[in-house]
């Protein structure tokens, strides 16, 4: 998918950064990936993020900064159709190869060169760099372009190279095989999926969903995800079981039920070869 701005932001003539900011009863961004970085930071909303091969819930206060052609949806949770809450979010887009050309001209950027490469893996911020990057994003967003917004782009950038407040999200050296082609195939099934997850899913389904037969599409899905179909509903799943586990609210057998699972032996066996831990434990250490 050949990258441009004016794809990523209406209207926007743009070529080396460019802000946006949405704010909606819902969103849910299609499955895509462009040669822009992107710098995302939730105001308001939850619901479930895939970033290369990371499948998670989201939820308010969250930032992330993805690399050039990371693949990246988010899709907001259902809401109750009388709520009165809105989804928000604010983002930067940066051209890399365009960024690094013109900061060569002032300095070295090795270092940025060198966070760009760790950011092919998508990083999510924590701690004071969150609060700082948030912070200079907000006064961005509000700015026409001029000194004042460069001046700012910097700050983010110097706060980017210098920080080590971040998790990486892919798995190491992820590297993905869509092409623009799959974007609306994989979409579809992956709004599915988020959809549905809270019930049996059928693999019939998926296929007929993708206009294949249940054999085309099983070696299709995984020839660009990595994994299974059913290796990434469970991933789903679990990722929302996570979510509820923190909320504290549920007892881990209803969690299980809840999140799709038929048993609670499943559950847990699923749970531990994702987690690593079981739920139990994995609720423990949250609370320690």
């Not at 939850?46 to 949806?73: A, C, Q």
């Not at 060169?113 to 990057?133: D, I, N, P, V, Y």
């Not at 974007?183 to 709004?191: G, L």
């Not at 959809?195 to 070696?219: V, W």
Request: charge should be neutral; hydrophobic fraction near 35%; proline fraction near 2%.
């Amino acid at each position: 998918m050949k990258p441009v701005f004016t794809k990523i932001l209406a209207g926007s003539e743009i070529e080396t950064f460019a802000t946006k900011e949405v704010c909606q009863p819902s969103f849910s961004t299609e499955f895509h990936f462009h040669r822009a970085c992107q710098m995302t930071y939730i105001v308001q909303s939850e619901g479930k993020r895939i970033i290369g091969d990371s499948i998670d819930s989201y939820l308010t206060d969250e930032l992330t900064f993805l690399g050039p052609d990371l693949p990246h949806v988010w899709h907001n949770d259902s809401m109750d159709k009388d709520s009165v809450q809105v989804s928000r979010s604010m983002a930067l887009y940066i051209e890399p190869e365009l960024m690094v050309e013109v900061l060569g001209h002032l300095f070295k950027t090795h270092k940025i060169e060198t966070f760009l490469t760790a950011s092919k893996r998508g990083l999510l911020f924590q701690g004071k760099t969150k609060e700082q990057l948030k912070g200079k994003l907000e006064q961005m967003i509000h700015l026409d372009y001029g000194i004042q917004k460069t001046i700012l782009l910097l700050e983010i950038i110097d706060l980017l190279i210098t920080t080590d407040e971040y998790e990486c999200l892919s798995s190491p050296g992820y590297t993905h095989n869509y092409s623009s082609m799959d974007n609306d195939k994989i979409d579809r099934i992956f709004k599915f999926v988020f959809n549905n997850f809270t019930k049996e899913i059928s693999l019939d389904e998926a296929a007929t969903l993708a206009n294949m037969s249940k054999h085309s599409f099983c070696r299709y899905f995984k020839s660009r995800t990595q994994k299974t179909f059913v290796e990434f509903v469970n991933e789903v799943r679990i990722s929302e079981s996570c979510r509820l586990i923190a909320e504290n609210k549920l007892q881990i057998t209803n969690i299980a039920f809840a999140c799709g699972f038929n048993s609670l032996s499943n559950f847990n066996k699923i749970f531990k070869s994702i987690k690593g831990i079981t739920p139990s434990m994995y609720r423990t250490q949250l609370q320690t």
